[in-house]
T-cell receptor, first 114, second 116 residues
Framework: NAGVMQNPRHLVRRRGQEARLRCSPM?????VYWYRQLPEEGLKFMVY????????ESGMPKERFSAEFPKEGPSILRIQQVVRGDSAAYFCASSPGSLRDGYTFGSGTRLTVV | DQQVKQNSPSLSVQEGRISILNCDYTNSMFDYFLWYKKYPAEGPTFLIS?????DKNEDGRFTVFLNKSAKHLSLHIVPSQPGDSAVYFC???????????????FGQGTILTVHP
C-alpha cells in the first residue's frame, strides 16, 4: 500500500520559470492538502482540495500559485514565474476524511529557485 | 500571528530519560491537537493526537497532555531512545467546521536529540 507520492523530490528552476509539483494521495484518500515549509520555520497551510474541488485556499498566495485535484490523476501545485522567495519544501498530505489519525504526508518536493 | 508556538528550538536528553516537548496556543477555537515527528528529507509522520474534551492521551511511550485553561500541551516520551531524535511539530485544528475542517496550524518545531 503505497504512501503519499510526491514528485519530483528535488526541482530547480530559474527565476521566471514555472514549477509543477505533483502529489498522488494514498489509495482510498480523497482529501489532499498542500503545505510549505520555509527554512527554519514550521509548515504553513496552503490549500485543501477534494476531487475536482478546492475546499480551502486561504493559505495560497494571491498571485502565481494555483492548485488542482482532477477527477483522474494526481494533485498539481503550480507556481508561475517563480522567484527566489518560493524556494522551500512543499509537502502534500492526504486523508480519507477524518483527522482522527492525522494526515499522511509525502516526502516533499524541495524547490530551489536560482 | 503565530497561533501555535513551540518556544524551545531544541532539546537534548539522555537515552532512557524522559523527553518533554511543549507547545502553547492562542486560539481558543482549536479543538484538536496533533504531534508530528519529522526526520531530515522526509515528510512529517503522525505520532499522537488529543481532542479538546480530554486532558491526556497515551500511546506506548508517547503521552500527550492538554491543559485547556493554560492553552498548553506537552508531549512526553519515556523512555527516550536515540531513534527518537528528530524534529517534533505540534499542530492544531480549529473547530470551524466546513471548509476549515482540514486545515492544521503548525508550530515551528523542536529539535530533539537523544544521546546514547
Amino acid at each position: 500500500n503505497a504512501g503519499v507520492m510526491q514528485n519530483p523530490r528535488h526541482l530547480v528552476r530559474r527565476r521566471g520559470q514555472e514549477a509543477r509539483l505533483r502529489c498522488s494521495p494514498m489509495k482510498g484518500h480523497s482529501h489532499v492538502y498542500w503545505y510549505r515549509q520555509l527554512p527554519e520555520e514550521g509548515l504553513k497551510f496552503m490549500v485543501y482540495l477534494q476531487k475536482e474541488n478546492i475546499i480551502d485556499e486561504s493559505g495560497m498566495p494571491k498571485e502565481r500559485f494555483s492548485a488542482e485535484f482532477p477527477k483522474e490523476g494526481p494533485s498539481i501545485l503550480r507556481i508561475q514565474q517563480v522567484v527566489r522567495g518560493d524556494s522551500a519544501a512543499y509537502f502534500c498530505a492526504s486523508s480519507p476524511g477524518s483527522l482522527r489519525d492525522g494526515y499522511t504526508f509525502g516526502s516533499g518536493t524541495r524547490l530551489t529557485v536560482v | 500571528d503565530q497561533q501555535v508556538k513551540q518556544n524551545s528550538p531544541s532539546l537534548s536528553v539522555q537515552e532512557g530519560r524522559i523527553s518533554i516537548l511543549n507547545c502553547d496556543y492562542t486560539n481558543s477555537m482549536f479543538d484538536y491537537f496533533l504531534w508530528y515527528k519529522k526526520y531530515p528529507a522526509e515528510g512529517p509522520t503522525f505520532l499522537i493526537s488529543i481532542s479538546s474534551i480530554k486532558d491526556k492521551n497515551e500511546d506506548g511511550r508517547f503521552t500527550v497532555f492538554l491543559n485547556k485553561s493554560a492553552k498548553h500541551l506537552s508531549l512526553h516520551i519515556v523512555p527516550s531512545q536515540p531513534g527518537d531524535s528528530a524534529v517534533y511539530f505540534c499542530a492544531a485544528r480549529r473547530n470551524a467546521g466546513g471548509t476549515s475542517y482540514g486545515k492544521l496550524t503548525f508550530g515551528q518545531g523542536t529539535i530533539l536529540t537523544v544521546h546514547p
